[in-house]
Each structure stands twice: as C-alpha cells, then as structure tokens.
C-alpha cells in the first residue's frame, strides 16, 4: 500500500467529480429530492386526516350532531352529501372511495333506545364503497372504532378494558425522523455501487485500467483510492442531507461517531459488490442495469422506506440476509434510538459482511491481462 | 547469463495461447540498448500479445522473456518503474488536463521532481497545458501518451501502434516526437502495421505473422535480402500497355486504368518494356523505377506465409 499512489488517484478522481457538473449535481440532488419528497408525504401521514362523505337521510337535529361527533373525532373531513341523490352513483361519479349513510328514521330509533330504554331500537349505518381503493379499509376500520365508542358511551357503563399507550422512546419521534437514516444508508449504497459499477467498466472498456497496470500502482491502491473516493462523497452527500433535514423538517436525530462508521461499512460492502459485478459486465451499457439489479431490491425490501412488518412473512425473512438492512437499522439505533449495543451488534453484521465481498471484490478485479 | 548492455529485451520460444488460439507460436527475437525495434505485422499478427508479455500485462504459456535482464513473469514490480508504456488505443481521464495528467503519472511513479516542463515541450505541447484531456484530438492524445510513457525516464519504452487512426498530419507529428526519443538514445520498441512508419524510425525490424517471426533485420537487410528486383511504375490511360507488357513475359504486380506496376530483374528490363511499349505504337504519361521499400518487401513476405502457414494456426 503507497500513500502517495492513494492520495494522487484520489485528487485525480475528486477532480473529475467536481469538473463533471451533472454527475456532481446528481450526486448532491438526488438524496435532497428524496428527502423533500419522501420527507413531505411522511410529515402529512403524522397529521393523517381522512376525508369522508355523508349522507344524512334523516336531516334531524341527532343526525346532524352525530356528524359533528365524527367530525370533533380529528380523524375525518367531512362532506355532506345532498340526500336526494344516489349514493352508489355519487361514488361512482365522485370518485370517492366511501359514502356513509345514516338512514331515515334515526332520530326516532334514538328517542325509543335513550327515552323509551327499548333494547330493540336500532339503527343501520351503512357504508357505500369502492373496495378497489387501498385506504377505504382503513377508513371503515377508524369508522367501525368510532361507532364502538358511541354505542358504549350510550350503554351509560364504564369500559372494562382499557388500553394506555407507552413508548419506548423518551420523547415522540416523527416519521421523517426514522425515515433520514433510512435516505443515508440508501444514498451511500447508490454512490458506492453505481460509481464502482459505471466508472469500472467505462476506464476498463478505455483501456485506462490497461494502462494503469503498467504503473507501480497495485490493486490494493486502486481499490482503497476507490474506497476513500466513495466514502468521501457519501460524507458530504450525508451532510448535505442533514442540514435539508434540519432546516425544512426540524429533525432531531443523535450524531456521533456511529454515522460515519456505518457510512463506511456501507461504503465498503457496495464497493466491494460493485467490484464483483465489475468482473462480469464487459460494457458500460449493461452497468446501470446490473447496478440497478442489486440496488432495487435492496431499497425497497431492507426498510429504508417502509418498515419491513409491512411485508409478507417470507420477504421479512428475506429482509434480513440484506446487508442494507443492517446499515438502516444500525444507523437508526444509533440515530434514533442511541442504543450501542444495538448499533454495535448491526456494525458487526454488516462489517463481516462487508469484509468478505471486499475480498472477493479484490479477487475479482482483473488488474493483469490487460484488465 | 544476460548481457544487459547488449540485450535490453530477450524473447525465446515465447508462445501465447487463448484456448485453441495460438496467438504467439514460439517466436524469439533480441533488442539491443539504445535501438528503435520495429514490430511489424498486419492486425491481428500477434503483435499487442507479445508487447504486452514483455510489459508483464499478460503472462506466456511458455517460453522466457527477459526485459532489462529480469524475467518478466517474477520481477513485475522491479522492471515496471524502469519502463514507460504507451498502449494500443491509449486513452486518459477525460477531464484531467495535460499538465494535471502528467503529475498524475509522475507521482504515480513516485517521482516528485519529473519534468513535467521538458516533456511538454519535448511533444510540442507547450500551449495545451490546460486542456482536459477530452478536448484534445487523436493526434494530440498520442502526444501526450508518449509523454505519460516518458515520465518516469524510462529505460526502454514500449509504443503500441502510436499512429493508428491518425491523420498524417498527426502522424507526421508523432514521428517527430519518436525520432527526438531516437536521438535522445533511448531504447524504443515500437509496434506499428505502417511500415512507413518503421522504415523512417526503426533500427531494427522483426515481421511477425500469424504469430509467428518471418524476417528481422536492420531495414535495409530485410530490402535487399527479400527484394532483388527493381519496381517500373508506368501512368498511363492506354489500356494497350498491359496486354503488351504480359506478351513481353513480365506479370504486372498492380493495374488499373491510371498505373501499372512491374517487378524486374534489373534496368536492361525497364528498357525492354519501353521499347516494345514503343514499338507497339502504346503511350504513357510518366515512369518511375525504384528499389522496392519495406512495404513491398512485407507484402511479399506475408502474402508468402500466407500461403505457406496452415489456415488452423491463426494469431490474435
């Protein structure tokens, strides 16, 4: 290993990097457009309101404070509905996915069941919806919860069972904010492995490997200039994520020395399949394809974007031989949680597993030969 | 034992095979210090394979090779920094400039103090300085290739085809640079198809075809050792000259409607095919008779070989 060779191929690289504007944008731009995007949806889930239409066939003083019962609930907006209309023809040509029906007749079941204490008096909501849609069952379930509590409150006996929320964070997180380490890990997975993967093939396929191998560089120094190049863009795209975090969503996230760290264990394991994917893609045409074959299923089945208790049983299985998976929830540990133990047991995870595929990787490129 | 002040490069019996491709088969061949040594062969002739073993790129299936008196197979580390390589289709960073390329390289070679300034200037690129390397054309990359070669002062440099895809003006311009090296006593060996090209640089010349050598010698050596005969250029639009010449008993080597070429044996010839091209009542605009150059020697050499080698052995 020579320093000097290290350091001339790094400043050589750096150099291209900054002299290569697209690239450079991209680099930069590509995280911050994924944590205003992302970063917004997730704010407005944190503040979720459903929107809901009723139609209240009944039009008396009950039906309509029963609607306001739903609206003071926090978790509708509500539309009214005209009676006279058909309301499996109002969802149709709404494109609304739910229509709530309180029938005629409402107020005087009411009156019977409070008044009169007739058991038998009851009334039929009903719910006219487009199954097709993915957020109507969560509707009808909160709906479902709501009309529970009004049922109960009218029997005039206090619950038996009761539930209290306790969580095991000292203080409420928000979303975004286990949402920014998830955005670090994958953006470090990107650049390490579509660099390796593009800019690999493109000086191999121009002979610039070739040439380079008639220099006393070595392929150890190749590939830790390569290491440190990666990581050093993966710094600043982190920083640069950071402070769009800080300034548009106001996180609070725990920083030390566990960022950079798993940032280089990220580094490392992606460079490393970058270099293995590198021996068996002979054009630059084919690169962002191959990279993309490994990047795709890693983004979106390790949880760096949706918690993984969201998937089938088999794919949370899956979930866990990924080694982005471990790099999210090391950098959550340490960020969110600052638990150690579980950001030292996650680094020890993906830090063999990094070890290993950088091995190969070494293995792997072809330096002699021409490469 | 290596006698390094005579021998720079030692090749015996070297062969390279790709599976059923014998792309070198057993070829052996000396370069002397201080000589320019042309490789000569048409694509394909094994020509990249055996510079690229004695740059210890590719390893051979057997044979020895010798570079500086070290074997290229286990002293890769001891004889790169002594060499300076400019390999076919040499290419860089794209946005790195000239300047910035070559303290590249240099300090790739650990080599702090390099004339960055004197070799610049040696390949006449004093006023690209700040170019990316993008911008410049084929002729000027193969300027600067030389130059990268040259960094590290090199014992023995090796070029590649250093004026393939050139305009001859660029050309023109990378043999000025190599017969500055020539006279600077460096070492060169030199791999080209332009026979030209060696003819005007090379010391020494080794033909190789379809992997294996089928002449050596000094320029001169391989023309008067290969071609003993005379070359008669007649321009002419008179389709008669021909048919007269075949009926004199000489075999136009070329023809077409503006010239024809005859080999003979000697002047006595030329004025046969003038004065019965006369007599025929026939005209020409113009004649040339010169000693045949390497081209034609090469020409005749490998369409010899061609005829001669089993159609299976085929070079890379």
Known sequence: M?????????????????????????????PIILILLFGTIFMSQDNVGYHLCVQDLDQTTSSTQSVKTLELNGEFKITRVDPAVNAT??????????????????????MQRVMLNDSNAAVTITYIYDPSSS?????????????????????????????????????????IEFFVPGIIAVSAMTLSLFSTVDSDTELRQKGIIRKLSTTPITRTDWLLSSILYQFILAVVSTITMLLVSYAVFSVNLHIDFWLPFFILLDVFAFVGIGMILTRFVKEAQS???????????????????????LMPGFLQKFAHVLPLYYVNEGLRASMVFVDNLAALKDSAAIGVFAAVVFILGIFATKWEEGA | MTNEAEHII???????????????????????????????????????????????????????????????????RDIVPRIGVLPQGFNSFDRITVRETLQYYSRLFCRGKADIDGLIELVNLKDKTREQYKNLSGGLKQRLGIAI???????????DEPTTGLDPVARREVWEVLLGLKEKGKTVFLT??????????????????????????SPRELIENNAKYLLLTLQSTDEKICTVVRNMGFEPVHANHKNIKVRVAQTDDVLEILNGIKGAGASFLSVDVRKPNLEEVFLQLTGEALRAAPPATVAT
């Open chain 1, 2 to 30: 020579n320093l000097r060779i290290i350091s001339a191929n790094l400043v050589v690289r750096l150099t291209s990097f900054y002299r290569e504007k697209t690239t450079m944008f991209f680099t930069i731009a590509f």
């Open chain 1, 89 to 110: 023809q109002y969802v149709r040509d709404s494109k609304v996915n739910l229509v709530l029906v309180i029938p005629k007749g409402y107020e005087e079941s009411l």
């Open chain 1, 135 to 175: 957020s109507v069952a969560t509707k009808m379930a909160i709906l479902n919860s709501v009309l529970a509590g009004i049922n109960q409150g009218m029997s005039g006996e206090p619950p038996f069972l009761r539930s209290v929320e306790k969580s095991i964070l000292t203080r409420k997180y928000r979303f």
């Open chain 1, 287 to 309: 690169a962002a394809a191959a990279a993309n074959s490994i990047s795709l299923p890693m983004m979106f089945l390790s949880g760096s974007f949706f918690p993984i208790e």
């Open chain 2, 10 to 76: 030692e090749v015996e019996y070297l062969t390279k095979r790709y599976g059923e491709l014998l792309a070198v088969n057993g070829i052996s061949f000396t370069v002397r210090k201080g000589e320019v040594f042309a490789f000569l062969g048409p694509n394909g002739a094994g020509k990249t394979t055996t510079v690229e073993i004695i740059e210890t790129i590719r390893t051979p299936t057997s044979g020895n090779v010798r570079l500086l008196g070290m074997d290229v197979t286990k002293k890769k």
């Open chain 2, 149 to 159: 070669a040259l960094v590290n002062d090199p014992e023995v440099v090796f070029l």
């Open chain 2, 192 to 217: 080209t198809h332009y026979m030209e090209e060696a003819e005007l640089l090379a010391d020494a010349v080794a033909i190789i075809s379809r992997g294996k050598i089928i002449a050596m010698g």
